[in-house]
């Protein structure tokens, strides 16, 4: 009876070791992003290396346009995407509120701060991105310190910023500066009676003030530094007053047809690994023990603006709107 009873369990094992291997995160994972295409390669071949059987197929453009995507193919019926990581969580809670976006109670959340969390589990923060200003060092001797310093008129006349109909960073960011009592709508009124304009994203930006197009610009931190270690006459600026911050959060939608590649997807956002390559792209972490990127100062350090995600997403299109009259859409 020994041999029979050995041939029994070998087979169970062998039937376990099968169901573990196929229970290993495997097909197609499609995600739509906001995040920069090349980085987003180095993304995704590093989650490859730990889940090499998920083939991803990524949809990359600006949050707007991608949530416009998803709008449009929600009203169609359905959408191909099953992971969302955009640069806001005011798009996320639009997704939330529509119901769009799956519950994930196991996400490995222990070391991650709860403002970055929704706090019903939908999407997470992945990173820290804030905005500031940027100038080109050929052409500005005395660095602004100040939001203030870019109303004078021989500032704001040489001065670009991302526009909210194209950027999600630039939805928190003006969102959250009419929210404080300092600036509101009257600040970027001062902006745009003396000469400051809008390009589209954060990309036309840093292109602007790097050719010398424009001498300053308000813009997310990273794309400055990532742009001055390629050795474009840049420098930026924490304003005194503060910055505006976004997480560039990731969720995953009831729709997905493969859930277990996508939550694969999210803990490896959700990693040290993924962290430290954060940091070698040139982002803030979220992870108190991981170092940030040459140049920064601490986290601990940075002022961050208050903001109400709720209010932002219930005038989103109210401030679009107002945007768009006073520096065109």
Do not use: C
């Not at 008129?153 to 910023?161: G, P, Q």
């Not at 109909?165 to 969102?175: C, K, M, R």
Request: charged share 20%.
């Amino acid at each position: 009876m020994i041999k029979p009873i050995l041939g029994l369990a070998a087979a169970a094992f062998a039937f376990g070791m099968a169901g573990s291997a196929a229970a290993d995160p495997s097909g197609t994972l499609t995600v739509y992003t906001s995040q920069p295409s090349e980085q987003m390669q180095s993304v995704i071949a590093a989650f490859n290396k730990d889940y090499p059987d998920v083939q991803v197929e990524l949809f990359r453009s600006g949050t707007t346009e991608v949530m416009n995507k998803l709008l449009a193919e929600f009203a169609s019926g359905s959408s191909p995407a099953d992971i969302v990581l955009i640069a806001d969580a005011v798009a996320m809670t639009q997704l939330k509120n529509d119901d769009r976006l799956m519950t994930y109670d196991d996400a490995p959340i222990a070391d991650i701060p709860d403002a970055l969390i929704d706090p019903d589990h939908t999407f997470f923060g992945t990173k820290l991105i804030t905005t500031g200003i940027v100038y080109n060092t050929n052409l500005v001797d005395k660095a602004p310190t100040s939001w203030a310093d870019l109303k004078a008129e021989d500032v704001a006349s040489k001065t670009t910023m991302p526009s909210p109909l194209y950027s999600g960073a630039a939805v928190i960011h003006v969102g959250t500066m009419v929210q404080q009592p300092e600036f509101g709508w009257d600040y970027y009124e001062a902006l745009a009676d003396n000469g400051a304009i809008a390009g589209q994203g954060n990309g036309s930006v840093i292109e602007a003030v790097a050719r010398g197009e424009k001498a300053y610009g308000i813009m997310i931190e990273y794309m400055a530094f990532n742009a001055k270690k390629k050795g474009s006459p840049v420098e930026f600026v924490f304003p005194q007053e503060g910055v505006t911050a976004i997480s560039q959060p990731v969720a995953i939608l009831k729709s997905t047809d493969n859930a277990e590649a996508a939550k694969a997807f999210v803990d490896w956002q959700l990693s040290k690994k993924a962290q430290e390559q954060s940091v070698a792209q040139g982002y803030f972490p979220i992870f108190d023990d991981v170092t940030p990127p040459e140049g920064y100062p601490k986290v601990g350090n940075l002022k961050i603006l208050p903001t109400d995600a709720e209010t932002l997403l219930e005038n989103d299109q109210a401030n679009k709107e107002n945007f768009a009259e006073l520096f065109g859409g």
